[in-house]
């Protein structure tokens, strides 16, 4: 196990608690008989990764991590948030088929009843648990083959590596509702009267309306954030 990862196992079983700062880089060097500059690499990928904020002057401060970092502004694929997470995830696909999309599904990506589109329902595992329910409607026109085994690798991955699209930007509604049938038999709320419902409309680099996604999150797991500069 490498530097980084034991860092990380150290903070997820609160050996070094939040807010509490971790031992000095010489300190860090002497106890793993490393280089200081291997363990600034350490401690570089735990501050890009949420674990810890350096703080001038007082050192490398832990951040909590009961929740994982959502960016709300970004158009990024849950294969490379959880990468990002350093978290054992698993990708259950409930649902995978070609239909006409209902009314509403007609109104959100601006389609006629005769157009279709691909529906992906996939349930996100974490650490056992599943917390994620992700409803994915991609337009045919654009996306003319899908299968499980994309469903549960990467979508994205997929559609920019293999079928050559350039996924550009995305306009994103957040609500919070009360879970439905479906949710609770997909995902483990026991206890939980409310999701966290992220809705993605997302075009391609001409434009194109080519995806719609109902993103529903069990909302204790989760912090959603942005950055803003004035």
């Known amino acids: 196990m490498g530097i ?4 990380v196992d150290s903070i997820k079983m609160n050996v070094y608690k939040e807010g509490q700062t971790l031992p000095s880089e010489n300190e860090l060097a002497e106890t793993f008989q490393t ?10 990928l735990l ?4 674990f810890i904020q350096k703080v001038r002057g007082k050192g490398s401060v832990v951040l909590d991590v009961d929740k994982f970092n959502f960016p709300v502004s970004g158009l990024v694929s849950f294969k490379e948030v959880s990468k990002a997470m350093g978290e054992a995830t698993k990708t259950h ?11 509403y599904i007609q109104e959100a990506m601006q389609l006629d009843e005769e157009s279709l589109v691909w529906y992906v329902s996939r349930s996100r595992e974490f650490s056992g ?13 654009s996306v003319p083959r899908l299968t499980r085994e994309i469903c549960e690798d990467s979508i994205y991955a997929y559609l920019e590596g293999e079928v050559g699209l350039t996924i550009s930007f995305a306009k994103k509604e ?11 038999t997909l995902l483990d709320l026991e206890g939980f009267a409310n999701v966290v419902v992220i809705k993605n409309y ?12 109902e993103s529903r999150h069990r909302p204790d797991k989760f912090r959603f954030v942005d950055f803003a500069r004035r």
């Open 4 to 7: 980084y990862e034991e860092l």
């Open 35 to 44: 280089s200081r500059e291997t363990i600034r690499k350490a401690l570089n």
């Open 47 to 50: 501050s890009q990764n949420g």
């Open 93 to 103: 696909v409930n649902e995978l088929s070609l239909i006409h999309p209902e009314l």
């Open 129 to 141: 648990e599943r917390i994620i329910l992700d409803k994915d409607y991609l337009y045919y026109g």
């Open 174 to 184: 957040i609500t919070v509702e009360e879970p439905t049938s479906e949710d609770r």
């Open 202 to 213: 997302v075009y391609l680099d001409d434009a194109t309306l080519f995806q719609y996604t």
